[in-house]
T-cell receptor
Framework: NAGVMQNPRHLVRRRGQEARLRCSPMKGHSHVYWYRQLPEEGLKFMVYLQKENIIDESGMPKERFSAEFPKEGPSILRIQQVVRGDSAAYFC??????????????FGPGTRLTVL | KQEVTQIPAALSVPEGENLVLNCSFTDSAIYNLQWFRQDPGKGLTSLLLIQSSQREQTSGRLNASLDKSSGRSTLYIAASQPGDSATYLCAVVTGANNLFFGTGTRLTVIP
């Protein structure tokens, strides 16, 4: 049973380019969460999605960032017009749907974004 | 607003020693608390999950306790080994269903 998969593992972008980060949840999981870990800082929640729905995006920057979790395929975190301050490790987690608030979240290996 | 604090920020111990990592949170209205391990440049590995109705959980040499009313959790590691060297993260889930993380304790076990 494969765990949470993220790709790419490393991504280098120049300022102004777009970054697309992908996350495939564990089999049977329909809840996806994105977190960001800035250098020398703790992990911070960004967005929580279920299939085709954004449930909570209170941690997402208001501009340039968007996320989706389509009916088919992985969840995508998209960052437009990247800036150096976006350089960070982005982690995806997934959980079961059966009991909101009580589910263990399983994390992927992360995507390390470097903006030149 | 939920805030999670972990003390100490870093800890070095000789191999074989028992140790305790501390986690405190400001809002006791949590659903559960998870302890994770993060190795340098890697993702997070879930170690233990304690539901809000539970007092402790055990897995091998690890034991985590939860005192929800006082906003505290501890992670006890018995007979530490060099392979235990990593950053240990504590996180709580509130009604929003997302995890609030502490900044971690960086553990070094010296052979």
């Amino acid at each position: 049973n494969a765990g949470v998969m993220q790709n790419p593992r490393h991504l280098v972008r120049r300022r102004g380019q777009e970054a697309r980060l992908r996350c495939s949840p564990m089999k049977g999981h329909s809840h996806v969460y994105w977190y960001r870990q800035l250098p020398e800082e703790g992990l911070k929640f960004m967005v929580y999605l279920q299939k085709e729905n954004i449930i909570d995006e209170s941690g997402m920057p208001k501009e340039r960032f968007s996320a989706e979790f389509p009916k088919e395929g992985p969840s995508i975190l998209r960052i437009q017009q990247v800036v150096r301050g976006d350089s960070a490790a982005y982690f995806c987690a997934s959980s079961h749907a059966r009991d909101r608030g009580r589910n263990e979240q399983f994390f992927g290996p992360g995507t390390r974004l470097t903006v030149l | 607003k939920q805030e999670v604090t972990q003390i100490p920020a870093a800890l070095s111990v000789p191999e074989g020693e028992n140790l305790v990592l501390n986690c405190s949170f400001t809002d006791s209205a949590i659903y559960n608390l998870q302890w994770f391990r993060q190795d340098p440049g890697k993702g997070l590995t879930s170690l233990l999950l304690i539901q809000s109705s539970q007092r402790e959980q055990t897995s091998g040499r690890l034991n985590a306790s939860l005192d929800k009313s006082s906003g505290r959790s501890t992670l006890y590691i018995a007979a530490s080994q060099p392979g235990d060297s990593a950053t240990y993260l504590c996180a709580v889930v509130t009604g929003a269903n997302n995890l609030f993380f502490g900044t971690g304790t960086r553990l070094t076990v010296i052979p």
